[in-house]
């Protein structure tokens, strides 16, 4: 049974910061007992901290979870769509996320989605967590991820989408490192 936060700012946070996967390695073997989560892709490893505290990091992206389903798990592969937002366009942005119609968690290989609104950029994270590479491509190739894009334009907001976003979206991919022990 896959959990959804109903209520937004329940105090989840997300915080990430960027190194080599040794360093990063390192670290998230210091903090044992918090649910860290290290993934690569070819230019960087990238250390995750989920937690309703504080982080260990020192100068880390944070974030706030705004939406969420699953649970994020070790092992698999991450994909995180960075949307820079304007001041004005984030009760709108947040709004759609909030009514989203949830077909991406029926999708086979689908382990968990986050929204996270930036505390310290205005760059929103959309994450979402699959069993494998091949089970995403699937997802962008269905009637689901076509519906679910199809109203990005809908009910007028083609005109307010210049006031919204603040500049081109982007995507990073990760591979999520399976335990070590």
Do not use: C
């Not at 990430?16 to 993934?39: D, V």
């Amino acid at each position: 049974m896959l959990k959804k936060i109903e209520k937004w700012g329940e105090g989840m946070y997300i915080y990430m910061t960027n190194g080599t996967y040794e360093f990063m390695k390192n670290r998230k073997e210091k903090a044992s007992g918090e649910k860290m989560y290290l993934m690569q892709n070819a230019e960087t490893a990238l250390l995750l901290h989920e937690t309703s505290g504080k982080t260990i990091f020192s100068s880390p992206r944070k974030f706030e979870t705004v939406d969420s389903a699953g649970e994020l798990k070790q092992g698999g592969f991450i994909v995180m769509n960075n949307i820079p937002v304007t001041d004005e366009g984030r009760p709108v942005f947040e709004y759609r996320f909030k009514n989203r119609a949830g077909l991406i968690e029926k999708e086979p290989g689908f382990i968990a989605i986050r929204v996270l609104r930036p505390l310290n950029s205005n760059t929103y994270v959309i994450l979402t967590q699959w069993e494998n590479e091949q089970y995403f491509r699937n997802w962008q190739n269905s009637k689901s991820f076509q519906s679910a894009h199809a109203n990005k334009g809908a009910e007028g907001e083609a005109d307010s989408a210049t006031k919204i976003f603040s500049g081109s979206s982007y995507v990073t991919q990760y591979v999520l490192a399976e335990d070590e022990d």
